[in-house]
């Protein structure tokens, strides 16, 4: 018994995290949303799966280092790792304080020690490592900015957030670097319908992110250095806007896979990164809205989250549906928690 549980944790899958970072944040916008029982149920679902998925992480990292030093040696696999720092940060915006606290050590470390595994790709061959960029990468930058809303929750004084303002102004440049390599990529190397995986939608999630963050910070306004301020606001206005621009393409790209080339439309757990950029959206939304610095027009930003809440249940379905991509047949917890294979 022993033996079959060890053996499970060295097949978890690097994302495996990716369905506890999309509730949880799909929770935190109905919670603004007013729906706070529905969001209550989601966070406690979110933090159960958690818990058990931290504790098979850590035994896959004490018991089954090999593994784990070839997947972060892998840029196909690297980044799903990434998952674990967004879920914590995610998490740890609605949990107790001392928990919080300690999900924050958590992201913290994590995200250093797979910084220090991105970086090394670069004494890779530089063409090999180019053709595996995609939308998953973002989840490098997705991580730091959950790292500084964690931040502007624990620590909103002002030695707390001069580093959470310096951690997002470092998320910036992290995510137009990932960007150019991602286009560059789809320029030199486009994927095949079938490898077109919904993981891209990161790309609006990292910018959303990016923007919620930045909002947040300037919930602390008198804090922030006072030429901060208007750069800060600024960018976090054009962030939301760039966000919003991605959302038609993304669709579109979807309708071009499933429709025009017929790749099923089952399960895969890529979906996930589908319903956490949606979330985010809806958050980072309605933050700026109650700030008054978007208009968000004619669609309230109350819908944002019920649509997002829609995604969350059509995937979570799907999950317990066990229908794989490839036809496979998934048990519903092997699904849940095995997450994004990537």
């Known amino acids: 018994m022993g033996a079959r549980l060890s053996e499970r944790c060295r097949e978890l899958p690097p994302a495996c995290f990716a369905p506890v970072m999309a509730t949880g944040i799909v929770s935190r916008a109905l ?137 997002w102004g470092a998320g910036l440049p992290l995510y137009a670097g990932t960007l150019a390599l991602v286009l560059r990529r789809l320029r030199h190397h486009p994927p095949r319908p079938a490898q077109a995986l919904p993981s891209y939608w990161v790309t609006m999630g990292a910018a959303a992110i990016s923007t919620l963050a930045g909002a947040r910070l300037l919930g602390h306004e008198e804090l922030l250095p006072g030429p901060a301020r208007g750069l800060v606001g600024g960018t976090v206005v054009a962030l939301w806007v ?55 027009g004619a669609v309230p930003h109350g819908l944002l989250a019920w649509l997002a809440l829609s995604a969350w249940l059509a995937v979570g379905a799907r999950c317990l549906t066990g229908r794989a991509a490839g036809g496979t047949t998934r048990g519903a917890a092997g699904g849940a928690a095995g997450g994004a294979a990537v």
């Open 31 to 167: 919670g603004q949303a007013g729906a706070h029982a529905v969001s209550g149920v989601l966070f406690g679902l979110a933090a159960a799966l958690y818990v058990p998925l931290l504790a098979a992480a850590g035994v896959k990292a004490a018991v089954h280092r090999g593994t784990l030093r070839a997947e972060l040696r892998d840029p196909g696999r690297l980044f799903g790792h990434y998952t674990l720092v967004a879920a914590s940060g995610v998490l740890a915006g609605g949990a107790a304080r001392i928990a919080g606290w300690a999900l924050l050590v958590v992201a913290v470390v994590v995200w250093a020690g797979l910084a220090r595994a991105t970086v090394r790709l670069r004494r890779a061959e530089p063409d090999a490592v180019l053709r595996r960029a995609d939308g998953i990468w973002f989840l490098a930058t997705v991580g730091l900015q959950a790292i500084v809303l964690t931040l502007t929750s624990l620590a909103p004084t002002r030695p707390g957030l001069a580093v959470a303002l310096v951690l």
């Open 242 to 296: 760039w966000a919003t621009v991605l959302i038609p393409p993304l669709v579109t790209a979807g309708v071009w896979r499933h429709l025009r080339h017929r790749v099923p439309f089952a399960y895969e757990p890529t979906l996930w990164c589908v319903v956490f950029p949606l979330g985010m959206y809806a958050t980072a939304t309605a933050q700026l809205a109650g700030e008054q610095r978007i208009d968000t």
